[in-house]
């Protein structure tokens, strides 16, 4: 795994120089997180595809500024995939990032062949206490989220890199980006995503709970489904293995599809 950086955005990669004939997963974290979250699916996966992850403006050790729009996050992402000339690229986001991720299968369809969405929803409201708590006691937020965010079954030891990385962000940036997710509704438009998009829910996300999954699934087309348990919200932290799986199964029977488009 690489290091990199871009247009004063950080990111990590699988492999590098990209290989023009592999589709490209980018992956896209959550509010007030950073890369870390998809470091071992950026490694397990590499060599199906390419494998990004990205640090969004303002996040882990990106330059700029957080955005406070889902809007300006989609085209940000999208500045980023053009500066790196990823071919074929399929956006993998979690929470914040799958609000992103639907953001650009609606509006630039023909720019990608499928997508990833992993505990998030169509529409992200947030509860106003969350805004109070980061406001005021920043450090009582980040022990409230990283708690509310796995399962209670899932090692403590999994959850210090995300941990660290909330706490990392500045209170401002992790405000902006909550009331990017609070103003997010893409539940009118999702029949419009045509490509074929992965749901990836997990059985203990309190934070965005199976039925957001089941909505997305109802909605979108193409959709397919993998339902995880003994897991919450951060389950790519908290099963690693079993999320890389399901991307991989995801990949192996769209093969054809995506190297078309790669």
């Given at each position: 795994?690489?290091?990199?950086?871009?247009?004063?955005?950080?990111?990590v990669t699988?492999?590098?120089?990209?290989?023009?004939?592999?589709?490209?997963?980018?992956?896209?974290?959550?509010?007030?997180?950073?890369?870390?979250?998809?470091?071992?699916?950026?490694?397990?996966?590499?060599?199906?595809?390419?494998?990004?992850?990205?640090?969004?403006?303002?996040?882990?050790?990106?330059?700029?500024?957080?955005?406070?729009?889902?809007?300006?996050?989609?085209?940000?992402?999208?500045?980023?995939?053009?500066?790196?000339?990823?071919?074929?690229?399929?956006?993998?986001?979690?929470?914040?990032?799958?609000?992103?991720?639907?953001?650009?299968?609606?509006?630039?369809?023909?720019?990608?062949?499928?997508?990833?969405?992993?505990?998030?929803?169509?529409?992200?409201?947030?509860?106003?206490?969350?805004?109070?708590?980061?406001?005021?006691?920043?450090?009582?937020?980040?022990?409230?989220?990283?708690?509310?965010?796995?399962?209670?079954?899932?090692?403590?030891?999994?959850?210090?890199?995300?941990?660290?990385?909330?706490?990392?962000?500045?209170?401002?940036?992790?405000?902006?980006?909550?009331?990017?997710?609070?103003?997010?509704?893409?539940?009118?438009?999702?029949?419009?995503?045509k490509v074929?998009?992965?749901?990836?829910?997990?059985?203990?996300?309190?934070?965005?709970?199976?039925?957001?999954?089941?909505?997305?699934?109802?909605?979108?087309?193409?959709?397919?489904?993998?339902?995880?348990?003994?897991?919450?919200?951060?389950?790519?932290?908290?099963?690693?293995d079993e999320?890389?799986?399901?991307?991989?199964?995801?990949?192996?029977?769209?093969?054809?599809?995506?190297?078309?488009?790669?």
């Amino acid at each position: 795994m690489e290091r990199r950086e871009t247009q004063g955005l950080g990111f990590v990669t699988g492999k590098w120089p990209l290989d023009p004939d592999q589709p490209t997963i980018v992956f896209i974290h959550g509010a007030g997180g950073a890369y870390g979250i998809w470091e071992s699916q950026v490694e397990s996966l590499s060599e199906l595809v390419n494998t990004v992850a990205l640090n969004l403006p303002g996040h882990g050790n990106s330059g700029g500024t957080g955005k406070r729009t889902i809007t300006e996050y989609a085209q940000a992402v999208i500045e980023f995939i053009d500066a790196i000339g990823a071919p074929a690229p399929i956006p993998c986001g979690i929470s914040m990032g799958g609000a992103i991720t639907q953001q650009l299968l609606v509006d630039y369809p023909q720019r990608f062949p499928a997508g990833i969405l992993i505990s998030t929803g169509a529409k992200l409201k947030v509860m106003p206490a969350i805004f109070e708590t980061i406001e005021n006691d920043y450090s009582g937020f980040v022990a409230m989220i990283v708690k509310a965010a796995a399962s209670a079954q899932t090692d403590p030891e999994r959850l210090k890199s995300f941990r660290e990385e909330i706490a990392g962000c500045r209170p401002e940036i992790t405000f902006g980006d909550f009331e990017a997710c609070h103003r997010f509704d893409e539940t009118q438009r999702l029949s419009q995503i045509k490509v074929p998009v992965l749901i990836i829910t997990a059985e203990d996300d309190k934070l965005t709970p199976p039925k957001y999954g089941d909505f997305l699934a109802k909605e979108i087309k193409n959709a397919s489904r993998a339902h995880l348990k003994q897991a919450g919200h951060i389950v790519p932290l908290e099963k690693p293995d079993e999320v890389s799986q399901a991307i991989r199964e995801f990949l192996e029977r769209w093969r054809s599809h995506f190297r078309k488009r790669a």
